[in-house]
């Protein structure tokens, strides 16, 4: 059984220069529970590993406004005006990665591989720099895995072994940074009872998820 | 009763969204970007029996629902509400990806800051001035079956076509063809060719607004809006 | 819509020689239906990469059995005694892939990456020949890409469009050997009408899917 | 009533397999090979919430059910049917292995053929006899946080405790421990430490049916197979 935690505990368990994955596509399927808590508490110098800087309001869009980000790594920022205020006033710095190169580091780094041999990139910008290795006479770029401290993530159900599902687009990125990270925490919108979820319904199996967010009493 | 349209007075976005859902074959996967190439999706059939796939998951994505049957949890790849047809699934980001990698989607259409006489695109960043980010457009041009760039042909006076791109890359396979409303063009080995001239667009006029060598081989037809899809 | 064919289609459809990909852990999850059919067709020179030779009455085994197969790809042999005699007979090449490998090249074949850079092997007869990278410090093994002309595959359910399910571990290979063959052939337990599978439970999208085995009359 | 219990008069087998069960820690992950590691599971008390996991994708099998309960649909790596305690998922082939390689695997317990005094397991093939193949056991070696070996001491009246391994190795990844019915033995730095013997059997016994040079430092205390996992 994991332990079920509150949003305190959170804030408590995460430092201030944390390397951590959050979740979410333009803010669906992002914890925002525990965005809103991090950003409430005033952590200083994040590194956030996220798909995209979402708008003001929803995604990462909280914890940038609030001033705790020094890095953000993930592949889209266009929506978001103060991500691209505080890159260009240099407060925060931003890592580009090719949305299929970023996910695809981040299985890696929680699967156990030594990088990620892709197509994807070469001859741009996202080359300079980077190692290439040829495979039966073809050229891909080697990007390597990516890893963080914690992984902040949001379920549709969980259950007291901690077994999450997600629910349609919601899914994204994470049963991906559920392997990635040395503490996974998940924000469900439903806690269930053990063996309500189905064994092939499971898309995190619970051995993978550290805490779950307590119910509001 | 299609005949009654006067395809010189629709709006260029619409003009470009239906030439490009006629390039579109049936039971294909298709994904479509942000802005003119979502428009591409009004103008097909939908015994067609295609599917529309976002960066994000979704395979199979229709028509954004009547207000108060939207649901947060189904967005496309700008987290707009969708609704999702018969026969739709919903998977992860790295599986998304995979298809999108692997060869498995059909066509991407996609917008474009430049296209140059080589058939790249460049569409994620000007440097300097505004940084949107690749998303996913480079893991889509690069892997895809066929990429279309949909686009108005200029952007504050400027041509969006031109001879070698300044603007970074997004990726270096060249493209199969640039749809604007002034042009079909499709970049082959030995130059930029033009397919096919806008409704009321003489070729001459095409030239003067692009900043690329044309090829023009013999006469070039009007995009004919009429057929359809 | 996807054409549902019959297995005498599917004999017809798979020529002598072919590379095939076939799912199953131990017979699990294998399409029975059409090892049969291709057993009792008399195929010749077939590869096949599976997981394992499993037993002579499943799996894989009826293939090898009937003289079909000349090469096997895969990581275990140690039941099947037909396999064992063929391969010291020489009529039987064997190449093993640790099962982890075997699965992430595969992987990599359908997902469009150079290859898979792994741990496992490393130091090991299954380095012999193998290039190695160097990774931020780490040494892994550079394994190719997998791809076949055509991988037979088994699902629970199935729908006109080609949506598949699977069932708890008769999952195993099915929906990783759906993306990385020029030709996919599912059979499945039942045939369900469009819509019935909710988006969340589909394994593998139907664009995946070429051709599904008829329902029996 | 344990202490009734004669240890040194039980299976060899399930000497080895109620001494692995102490290594176990509760809640954690762990994966059982084919023979022997199979037995560790009779051992442990299910209040403990391990999780088992086999290679083909269950994570939380349980034991065999009764006749007419099983589902070809749920077996374990060796296509023996298992039944799904609760909160048990089921994955896909490369999620499986994933988390054997990925370091989320708490411990694998395998058989052997030969361990050397450096801690190498071969257990996948002897040349020129038989060939089972590694199927996960190369993973499952090179990615677990704890590799336990489990297996009789000697085959055919020899050790299987060699110096160096002569048969092919499964990963150049040192195991953290070997338990046999005479022995529990640590491959360390700086050599073999032996650290108990098996019930009834004496530090010389050991020492005459191993082939490796074993390091015996102070006293060896014997198994404690009383003790309550």
Same mark, same amino acid.
């Given at each position: 059984?994991h332990?079920?935690?509150s949003?305190d505990?959170?804030?408590e368990? &995460?430092?201030?220069?944390?390397r951590?994955? %959050?979740s979410?596509?333009m803010g669906v399927?992002t914890?925002?529970g525990i965005v809103?808590?991090?950003?409430?508490?005033?952590?200083?110098d994040? /590194?956030m590993?996220?798909n995209d800087a979402?708008?003001?309001?929803?995604?990462?869009?909280?914890?940038v406004k609030?001033?705790?980000?020094?890095?953000?790594i993930g592949?889209h920022?266009?929506v978001?005006?103060?991500?691209?205020?505080q890159?260009? =006033?240099?407060v %925060?710095?931003?890592?580009?990665v090719?949305?299929g /190169? %970023?996910?695809e580091?981040?299985r890696?780094?929680?699967?156990?591989l030594g990088?990620?041999l892709?197509? /994807?990139? %070469?001859? /741009?910008?996202?080359?300079?720099?980077? @190692?290439?290795v040829?495979?039966e006479?073809k050229?891909?770029?080697?990007e390597?895995p990516l890893?963080?401290d914690?992984a902040?993530i949001?379920a549709?159900?969980?259950d007291?072994v901690?077994?999450?599902t997600?629910?349609?687009?919601?899914?994204?990125?994470n @049963?991906i940074m =559920?392997l990635?990270?040395d503490?996974?925490?998940a924000e @469900?919108?439903e806690i269930?009872?053990v063996?309500? &979820?189905?064994?092939?319904?499971?898309?995190?199996?619970?051995v993978?998820v550290?805490h779950?967010?307590?119910?509001?009493? | 009763?299609k005949?009654?349209?006067?395809f010189?007075?629709?709006d260029?976005k619409?003009?470009i969204?239906?030439r490009?859902a006629?390039?579109i074959?049936?039971?294909?996967l298709?994904?479509?970007?942000? +802005?003119?190439?979502?428009l591409?999706?009004d103008?097909l059939?939908e015994g067609?029996?295609? *599917? *529309?796939?976002?960066e994000?998951g979704a395979?199979?994505m229709g #028509?954004?629902?009547?207000e108060?049957?939207?649901d947060?949890h189904?967005?496309?790849?700008?987290g707009?509400?969708?609704s999702?047809?018969?026969g739709?699934?919903?998977?992860?980001s790295?599986f998304? *990806?995979g298809?999108i990698r692997?060869? #498995?989607l059909d066509?991407?259409?996609?917008?474009g800051?430049?296209v140059?006489a080589q058939?790249h695109l460049?569409n994620w960043?000007i440097?300097g001035q505004f940084v949107?980010?690749m998303g996913g457009a480079m893991d889509?041009?690069? +892997?895809?079956?066929?990429?279309?760039v949909a686009?108005?042909?200029s952007a504050k006076?400027?041509?969006k076509?031109v001879?070698?791109?300044?603007?970074?890359l997004?990726?270096?396979?060249?493209?199969?063809?640039i749809?604007?409303?002034?042009a079909v063009?499709?970049?082959?080995?030995d130059?930029?060719?033009?397919?096919?001239?806008?409704p009321?667009?003489?070729v001459?006029e095409v030239v003067?607004?692009?900043?690329?060598?044309?090829?023009i081989? +013999?006469d070039?037809?009007?995009?004919d809006l009429?057929r359809s899809?």
């Amino acid at each position: 059984m994991h332990l079920a935690i509150s949003l305190d505990e959170v804030v408590e368990m &995460i430092p201030d220069g944390a390397r951590v994955m %959050l979740s979410g596509f333009m803010g669906v399927g992002t914890p925002d529970g525990i965005v809103r808590a991090l950003a409430a508490s005033g952590k200083k110098d994040l /590194t956030m590993i996220v798909n995209d800087a979402a708008r003001p309001h929803c995604g990462v869009g909280p914890l940038v406004k609030a001033g705790c980000v020094k890095k953000f790594i993930g592949s889209h920022i266009g929506v978001n005006p103060d991500v691209q205020e505080q890159m260009r =006033a240099g407060v %925060l710095e931003v890592e580009l990665v090719p949305q299929g /190169t %970023l996910v695809e580091r981040i299985r890696a780094g929680g699967m156990g591989l030594g990088g990620v041999l892709t197509p /994807t990139g %070469l001859g /741009t910008l996202i080359a300079e720099g980077k @190692p290439t290795v040829e495979v039966e006479g073809k050229t891909y770029l080697l990007e390597t895995p990516l890893r963080a401290d914690f992984a902040l993530i949001a379920a549709r159900s969980c259950d007291y072994v901690g077994n999450l599902t997600y629910m349609l687009t919601a899914t994204n990125f994470n @049963p991906i940074m =559920a392997l990635a990270a040395d503490v996974v925490i998940a924000e @469900p919108e439903e806690i269930v009872p053990v063996g309500v &979820i189905p064994p092939d319904s499971v898309k995190t199996p619970g051995v993978l998820v550290d805490h779950v967010i307590k119910r509001a009493a | 009763m299609k005949d009654l349209i006067d395809f010189t007075t629709m709006d260029p976005k619409e003009i470009i969204a239906r030439r490009v859902a006629m390039e579109i074959q049936p039971k294909s996967l298709v994904n479509l970007g942000i +802005g003119i190439p979502t428009l591409v999706s009004d103008h097909l059939d939908e015994g067609m029996g295609v *599917f *529309f796939q976002a960066e994000n998951g979704a395979v199979g994505m229709g #028509h954004r629902p009547p207000e108060g049957m939207t649901d947060r949890h189904l967005t496309d790849a700008g987290g707009s509400f969708v609704s999702a047809v018969p026969g739709a699934s919903t998977i992860d980001s790295a599986f998304s *990806f995979g298809l999108i990698r692997g060869g #498995h989607l059909d066509l991407t259409v996609l917008g474009g800051l430049q296209v140059d006489a080589q058939g790249h695109l460049a569409n994620w960043m000007i440097p300097g001035q505004f940084v949107p980010g690749m998303g996913g457009a480079m893991d889509l041009v690069t +892997g895809a079956k066929k990429v279309i760039v949909a686009m108005i042909h200029s952007a504050k006076g400027k041509s969006k076509i031109v001879q070698t791109c300044d603007l970074p890359l997004t990726s270096q396979r060249r493209v199969n063809l640039i749809v604007t409303e002034m042009a079909v063009m499709e970049p082959r080995d030995d130059g930029l060719y033009l397919l096919e001239t806008g409704p009321g667009i003489s070729v001459d006029e095409v030239v003067a607004a692009t900043d690329a060598t044309l090829v023009i081989d +013999g006469d070039i037809p009007e995009m004919d809006l009429s057929r359809s899809v």
